[in-house]
């Protein structure tokens, strides 16, 4: 699991979560997207693709 320690891992911690839970992102890329996000390493083609996947995951 992430270390949410730093405010930014905690609030990119949240925002996953609830993305999870809406379906929008797979949980188990769930440390990679907090890290991402938390660092600001996060692209727009990097939130296309996983929604994609997960939709896709939820789909089949």
């Known amino acids: 699991m992430t270390d949410v320690k730093d405010p930014s891992a905690r609030l990119a911690a949240l925002a996953v979560d ?3 839970a809406s379906g ?10 907090i890290s991402k996000i938390a660092t600001g390493t996060i692209s727009g083609g ?3 693709v996983e929604i994609e996947l997960a939709s896709a995951k939820a789909a089949g």
């Open 24 to 33: 929008l992102v797979r949980a188990n890329k769930r440390d990679t997207l």
């Open 18 to 20: 609830r993305l999870i």
């Open 46 to 48: 990097d939130w296309k």
